[in-house]
C-alpha cells in the first residue's frame, strides 16, 4: 500500500493532508485541502512512493483541490514571510535512507556506537494484511537496549514504536530481504522523535556483531575535544 509511505515524514504537512481527506473537518459543508498543500507535499513524497514503484495516487490529483484564495485548508510550512518562526525544514528523504549495512570490524561498529545517541536491538515482525493503521510491522516487548544515551528506560519501546509508525521508507529498507528479523539500529533523538541512521541485520552466524556487543560494555568512546575520554555505558 501507498499509505504507509505518504504518512511517513515526507513533509511536515503529509499527516495533515492526509487527514483532512480521510478524517475531513466537517461544518456545514466538507472542508478541502488546499491545492498548494497537496502540491508541497506531493512534492516532497512523491519520490519516496517512486522508489518503492507507486505513482502519485489518482485520488490525489492536486489540481482537483482549490486554490488557496478560497475555504481550505491550507500548508502550515509554505514560508509565510510575516511569521518566519513557522517555516519547517522540509525534510530530504532518500531511497536508501536506513538501508542495511555489513560491518566490516569490530572497530568500524564501536565507532559507530560512539557516534550515535542510541543503540538498540530489537526484533520485527510484518503483520498480516488486515491489520488496521499504518504500521506494517510490529516491534517485540524485548529490546535490548545497549546505548540509551539520552532516553529514559521507559521511554524506548515506545518511541521505537513511533518510530515504527513514522518511518515507512526506513523500515521497508530495513526488513526488504525478510518479513521478520532482529536489527541492530543506531541513530539520533530529537524530542520525542528517533530518527535512525545506520541499521545492521542481527544474524546469529555474525560474530561481527556480537563481538562489538561485548566489547561495548568496557569500551571508552574518545570525545570530539581534546582526546576525552567516556565510558560507553553512558
Not at 115 to 126: P, Q
Not at 147 to 161: F, I, S
Not at 169 to 193: D, F, I, K, Q, W
Request: charged residues 25%.
Amino acid at each position: 500500500s501507498w499509505l504507509p509511505l505518504l504518512a511517513r515524514e515526507c513533509h511536515p504537512d503529509a499527516r495533515m493532508f492526509l487527514c483532512s481527506l480521510f478524517a475531513p473537518i466537517c461544518l456545514d459543508r466538507f472542508i478541502s485541502p488546499c491545492r498548494s498543500l497537496c502540491e508541497e507535499v506531493r512534492g516532497s513524497c512523491a519520490p519516496i512512493m517512486a522508489c518503492y514503484g507507486f505513482p502519485w495516487p489518482e485520488i490525489l490529483r492536486c489540481h482537483q483541490f482549490p486554490s488557496d484564495t478560497l475555504m481550505c485548508i491550507p500548508s502550515v510550512t509554505s514560508g509565510n514571510a510575516t511569521h518566519p518562526d513557522r517555516r519547517k525544514a522540509v525534510p530530504r528523504a532518500s531511497c536508501r535512507d536506513c538501508e542495511l549495512e555489513e560491518p566490516a570490524s569490530v572497530k568500524e561498529v564501536l565507532d559507530a556506537f560512539c557516534a550515535h545517541d542510541f543503540v538498540v536491538k530489537v526484533r520485527l515482525s510484518r503483520l498480516n494484511g488486515s491489520s488496521a493503521g499504518l504500521a506494517q510491522f510490529t516491534l517485540d516487548p524485548r529490546v535490548e537496549v545497549l546505548k540509551h544515551g539520552p532516553l529514559l528506560g521507559a521511554q524506548v519501546h515506545d518511541r521505537l514504536r513511533l518510530w515504527l509508525e513514522r518511518d515507512a521508507t526506513c523500515v521497508r529498507n530495513m526488513t526488504r530481504r525478510s518479513p521478520a528479523g532482529s536489527y541492530l539500529v543506531l541513530g539520533s533523538a530529537h524530542g520525542e522523535r528517533l530518527v535512525v541512521l545506520k541499521a545492521y541485520s542481527w544474524q546469529k552466524r555474525d560474530r561481527t556483531l556480537a563481538a562489538a556487543a561485548r566489547k561495548w560494555k568496557r569500551h571508552r568512546c574518545r570525545g570530539p575535544r581534546e582526546g576525552r575520554e567516556w565510558h560507553a555505558g553512558h
